[in-house]
């Protein structure tokens, strides 16, 4: 079995990530866990468990990202998400391009520049309605799991327009749309809009350039892929784990010192 | 002035001066910080702290002795000085108690009379101050008149207002049109030079002097040398490294905003000019390692300016330039004394703020190259919507056009709790490390 050389963690708001990469940089192990509330403790069990569990080379180094990052103490740096995600995604695609990601409680695009490195980022800034927590949110008042979003609104149907972008009050449109008697479908295709517009804006601000790849828990949303897709006219090319890119160029970081 | 009056004030300026020799023994003594990643801050702030706390410390037994205004920080002084006006800003007064971490409490007091949280933080920093009767410099004297210029914003039209009721004085306003061009139109100048003459009987009545065009005269050509030294002080940090912040260019601005025209604030400019030269002469940075050099654009964070320089030291950035300390230099070269109604016609039009957000995007390109900027941070302030108007694109262009990394960095100059630190860390990080 190939030896660790190099640690990524990704200490998420709402999802703890690591990847452990050989010296090549090929992943050896991950591990994905819920966010807990002693960050501390649950990322340095997490790396305990990837340590017992493989040959560690001597010298291996870790970085850690993500909110949390300060508080991983075995972290030999530790690094902005911005930076390792787009080091993550330039191993996936070898080239240059624009990344979406969406976490739980922020979403960026970075524009990724021909050395790998970010060539420009931007951030939604106060607001939850860009992000993942949104869709949970509003999956919650409709009493459906976010899981099951991306199927339902990628079928044809109808859609229901929802003019605003907040959270808080997209809460309120749902509630009129139901009293209105409007499907269910209809209204999640529309919540999609609302956040799928929102995104392209912010992708349109960094100058894009395709390929547009996508990270983060929201890209497994088939729904919210489909649409960026459609407004950009582009093909949006997610890698196998969108949720571990971060934790992945951290990894990759790491190699690097 | 009683003579009580005049004892108090003879006593408090001789403790600031003990205080201001005491500050420049420790300065003078103070052993080496290997820990710190800025060298030794100017020494010259220390003069400076002590002018700005005389001028605050003149005002509170000024009263019956001279004639107070209250005025806008783009406002016409040199007029009102050669009147013998003593002068408050309100802005000047709303940023101090802002980095003494007092205007959020103030803030709250003008919020609870039902002011709305979306006006300017320095507004309501100041009226929190004048409707509980707290401020940090002991009390401000009431105006015997007002003088507000709109070549900042126009909120300072609607505050004034507020204040001229309050206090029931007289009220000036000068009108500056918005300039879309270049420059000024010469029926733009002709509309602005006729005002300041208006205003002179407005200012005699409630001075209760007689105007003389030699004082003004007189005032002008200081307050000229003054901002010449000022924009030559800025320009200083075009060496690399910088003998200077952007956050010290933030700190020693009180003299040139709150008390141009004084021959003292020549005299503190030199001496902090030659302070520079001296660094510059000896290769001492203000940033001990200086790797990054980045231009600021808007306000300060003024509750965050030492912990935000600190911080950015730590990873060898140095903000060498600002739009915004700039605004009070860039001017000098239209001051003239010779046709000194005119020329402060032309002057009072042409601040930044009052210019197109082509121009701004424009001087800012320029300083860009001429201070050799790896980076700009572009202060969106939730405070001052006219100086935050086109920050999108002006971003947008740097990146696109200039090729140098931008960031919009979200906060208020004022009100703290606009301010997400850890949002504000997060981006910084990411932009430093992308600079890197």
């Known amino acids: 079995m190939t030896a660790i050389a190099g640690i990524g963690i990704d200490a998420g708001s709402t999802t703890c990530k690591a990847v452990a990469v050989d010296p090549s940089g090929a992943v050896v192990a991950t591990a994905l866990e819920q966010a807990l509330p002693r960050i501390a403790d649950q990322t340095a069990a997490m790396l305990d468990g990837l340590r017992s569990a493989h040959d560690v080379a001597p010298g291996a180094r870790c970085v850690a990202t993500g909110y949390g990052r300060r508080l991983v103490e075995c972290a030999d740096r530790r690094v902005t998400e911005i930076t390792c995600h787009a080091r993550g995604v330039f191993d996936d695609l070898g080239r240059a391009g624009t990344l979406v990601d969406i976490g739980g409680q922020d979403s960026k695009v970075i524009r990724i520049g021909p050395d790998g490195r970010p060539a420009d980022f931007v951030m939604n800034d106060k607001c939850a309605a860009g992000t993942g927590r949104f869709l949970e949110y509003t999956a919650g008042r409709l009493g459906l799991d976010v899981a099951d979003l991306g199927g339902r609104v990628a079928a044809p149907g109808s859609e229901e327009q929802i003019t605003s972008t907040c959270t808080v009050f997209a809460e309120s449109e749902i509630i009129s749309l139901l009293a209105r008697g409007a499907e269910v479908d209809a209204i999640l295709k529309g919540l999609h809009r609302s956040l799928t517009v929102r995104l ?58 | ?33 290997p820990g710190s990643p800025l060298n030794p801050p100017l020494r010259s702030t220390i003069r400076m702290r002590e002018m700005m706390s005389r001028h605050y410390l003149a005002g509170r037994s000024v009263s019956g002795s001279r004639p107070v205004a209250w005025v806008t920080s783009g406002a016409p002084t040199e007029i009102l000085k050669a009147l013998g006006y003593h002068l408050v800003y309100p802005e000047n007064h709303a940023a101090l108690c802002g980095a003494r971490r007092r205007a959020e409490a103030l803030s709250s007091a003008a919020e609870d009379a039902g002011y709305s949280r979306d006006l300017c933080s320095y507004a309501r920093t100041d009226l929190g101050s004048l409707l509980s009767g707290d401020t940090p410099v002991g009390s401000l004297p009431p105006p015997d008149l007002l003088l507000c210029c709109t070549n900042i ?48 009987p407005a200012a005699e009545a409630a001075a209760g002097r007689e105007f003389s065009l030699d004082g003004f005269t007189a005032v002008v050509a200081r307050a000229k040398q003054a901002s010449d030294l000022w924009l030559e002080i800025l320009e200083r940090a075009r060496h690399r490294p910088s003998p200077l912040t952007a956050f010290d260019s933030f700190v020693n601005l009180g003299p040139i905003v709150d008390l141009r025209g004084d021959q003292a604030t020549v ?6 000019l030659a302070e520079l ?27 965050r300016i030492g912990p935000l320089s600190r911080w950015l030291a730590e990873r060898g950035v140095n903000v060498v330039a600002s739009t915004y300390t700039h605004a009070w230099g860039e001017l000098a070269e239209m001051m003239d004394p010779a046709e000194p109604f005119e020329a402060m016609a032309r002057v009072y039009l042409h601040p930044i703020l009052n210019r197109s957000t082509g121009h701004k995007l424009a001087a800012m390109r320029r300083m860009v190259e001429e201070f ?19 920050q999108i694109d002006q971003r947008d262009r740097l990146v696109a056009d200039v090729g140098v990394p931008a960031l919009l960095l979200e906060a208020d100059h004022n009100d703290p709790r606009s301010y997400a630190e850890e949002q504000a860390t997060t981006r910084l990080e990411a932009f430093v490390e992308m600079m890197s």
């Open chain 2, 372 to 390: 050799s900027i790896d980076g700009v941070i572009l202060h969106s302030d939730r405070s001052c919507k006219p100086y935050s108007l086109g």
């Open chain 1, 200 to 257: 392209v804006a912010m992708v349109r601000t960094v100058g894009w350039e395709p390929p547009l790849m996508m990270s983060g828990g929201v890209a497994r949303n088939a729904g919210v892929r489909a649409m960026i897709g459609e407004a950009l006219d582009t093909e949006v090319i997610v890698p196998e784990h969108p949720q571990l890119t971060g934790a992945h160029g951290a990894a990759l970081l790491a190699l690097e010192g």
């Open chain 2, 1 to 33: 002035m009683t003579m009580g009056h005049r004892l108090r004030l003879g006593a408090g300026s001789a403790a600031l001066r003990v205080q201001r020799w005491r500050a420049e023994r420790r300065y003078d003594r103070r052993a080496p910080d």
């Open chain 2, 153 to 200: 914003c126009q909120t300072v039209l609607y505050w004034y207002r507020v204040l001229a009721d309050h206090f029931g004085c007289p009220l000036v306003l000068v009108d500056t049109p918005f300039l879309y061009g270049d420059a000024a139109e010469p029926h733009q100048v002709d509309f602005v030079r006729r005002q300041l003459e208006d205003m002179v």
């Open chain 2, 267 to 272: 005299a503190f400019y030199e001496s902090l």
């Open chain 2, 277 to 303: 030269d001296e660094r510059i002469a000896r290769g001492v940075g203000a940033v001990k390692d200086e790797r990054l050099r980045v231009l600021w654009d808007n306000l300060p964070i003024w509750y």
